[in-house]
T-cell receptor, first 113, second 118 residues
Framework: RKEVEQDPGPFNVPEGATVAFNCTYSNSASQSFFWYRQDCRKEPKLLMSVYSSGNEDGRFTAQLNRASQYISLLIRDSKLSDSATYLCVVNPGPSGGSYIPTFGRGTSLIVHP | DTGVSQDPRHKITKRGQNVTFRCDPISEHNRLYWYRQTLGQGPEFLTYFQNEAQLEKSRLLSDRFSAERPKGSFSTLEIQRTEQGDSAMYLC????????????????FGPGTRLLVL
C-alpha cells in the first residue's frame, strides 16, 4: 500500500457543483496534513491545512478522519477557476524516524461551464 | 518578488553530463526542501536542510544526487552522470521554523527547474 493515495480522476463537474476528494494514508502516527493546489505546469501552493476538528475556508472544507486514516476536501459551488490538481500532503510522526512530507499523486478537477 | 526562486527554469542536457540547479529560499526561512516531480505524480521528497545542516538525505535517488546549502541561504542540487530517467521537474520549497517538526509548516514552492536529458 502506498503511503498516501489519491484517486487521480479527473473529476469533471459543472460550475456550481459540489465535489469531494479523499486521500488515504498508511502511517497511523502521521501528525500533520495539508491540501495543496497545483495548476498545470506551475508549482504547488498551499490551499489549506487540515486540523483534527475540521476546518473551513470559504467554499472549501477539509476534514480529518484518524480512525479510517483519510483526509477529505469538499469544494462547494465550484468555479471554473477551481480547475487544477489537488495534492494531499501527509507528514509522519516521530515513529516514522524522519520527518518526510509525503505527497499524494494528486486529484485532477475540471470544472466546465 | 520575495518568493522562492530557482535557476535555471529549464535545462536540456545530454546523457552523462552533470547538472546543477540553484534554489534561493524566502530570506527568513531556515528550512529548505528539494523534490522531484514527474508527469502525473505528486512531488517526491529528496532531501531537506535546516539552516546549513542536511538533516535528511536518505531519499536522494542515488549517489549521483547531492545537495548543499553551505551558508544556510541558497542551496544547490547536483546530478552527476545524468540519465534519461532523471528527466523531471525539480522543485525547491522553503518554510519557516515554526516550532513544530520539519514539514509540519506551510511550504512555499519555487517555480521549479524542468530537466530534459537527451
Amino acid at each position: 500500500r502506498k503511503e498516501v493515495e489519491q484517486d487521480p480522476g479527473p473529476f469533471n463537474v459543472p460550475e456550481g457543483a459540489t465535489v469531494a476528494f479523499n486521500c488515504t494514508y498508511s502511517n497511523s502516527a502521521s501528525q500533520s496534513f495539508f491540501w495543496y493546489r497545483q495548476d498545470c505546469r506551475k508549482e504547488p501552493k498551499l490551499l489549506m491545512s487540515v486540523y483534527s476538528s475540521g476546518n473551513e475556508d470559504g467554499r472549501f472544507t477539509a476534514q480529518l478522519n484518524r480512525a479510517s486514516q483519510y483526509i477529505s476536501l469538499l469544494i462547494r459551488d465550484s468555479k471554473l477557476s477551481d480547475s487544477a490538481t489537488y495534492l494531499c500532503v501527509v507528514n509522519p510522526g516521530p515513529s516514522g524516524g524522519s520527518y518526510i512530507p509525503t505527497f499524494g499523486r494528486g486529484t485532477s478537477l475540471i470544472v466546465h461551464p | 518578488d520575495t518568493g522562492v526562486s530557482q535557476d535555471p527554469r529549464h535545462k536540456i542536457t545530454k546523457r552523462g553530463q552533470n547538472v546543477t540547479f540553484r534554489c534561493d529560499p524566502i530570506s527568513e526561512h531556515n528550512r529548505l526542501y528539494w523534490y522531484r516531480q514527474t508527469l502525473g505524480q505528486g512531488p517526491e521528497f529528496l532531501t531537506y536542510f535546516q539552516n546549513e545542516a542536511q538533516l535528511e538525505k536518505s531519499r536522494l535517488l542515488s549517489d549521483r544526487f547531492s545537495a548543499e546549502r553551505p551558508k544556510g541561504s541558497f542551496s544547490t542540487l547536483e546530478i552527476q552522470r545524468t540519465e534519461q530517467g532523471d528527466s523531471a521537474m525539480y522543485l525547491c520549497a522553503s518554510s519557516p521554523e515554526g516550532g513544530g517538526l520539519a514539514g509540519q509548516e506551510t511550504q512555499y514552492f519555487g517555480p521549479g527547474t524542468r530537466l530534459l536529458v537527451l
